[in-house]
């Protein structure tokens, strides 16, 4: 499997983005996807992630704000991004498979207050 992450870019607090994860292989539409971010200077993180049926998760720092989606025929998944702020700055990636054991290229989010 392989993943193109797309979507990425610089803009103002308060503003959205919306990133995409293509996939290649059959294998996405059954497993799991996740979002991850780097931010500079810190561990990689968990963002989001969104079951093959569709259940979303969040994390704390993100929830309200962020909305996961996917289409499976698509083989493709967003990360809806909303009320940015600064510190949502960061590397983002997408990952699937069994323990997350592929991952995208990671596109850059950056935040300017």
């Known amino acids: 499997v392989q993943l193109q992450a797309s979507g990425g870019g610089l803009v103002q607090a308060g503003g959205s983005l919306r990133l995409s994860c293509a996939a290649s292989g059959r294998s996405f539409r059954r497993n799991g996807m996740g979002w991850f971010r780097q931010r500079p200077g810190k561990e990689r993180e968990f963002v989001s992630a969104?079951?093959?049926?569709?259940?979303?998760y969040y994390s704390d720092s993100v929830s309200g704000r962020f909305t996961a989606s996917r289409d499976n025929v698509k083989n493709t998944g967003w990360l809806q991004m909303n009320s940015l702020k600064p510190e949502d700055t960061a590397v983002y990636y997408c990952a699937t498979g069994g323990g997350y054991r592929y991952w995208g290229q990671g596109t850059l989010v950056t935040i300017s207050s």
């Open positions: 969104i079951s093959w049926r569709g259940i979303p």
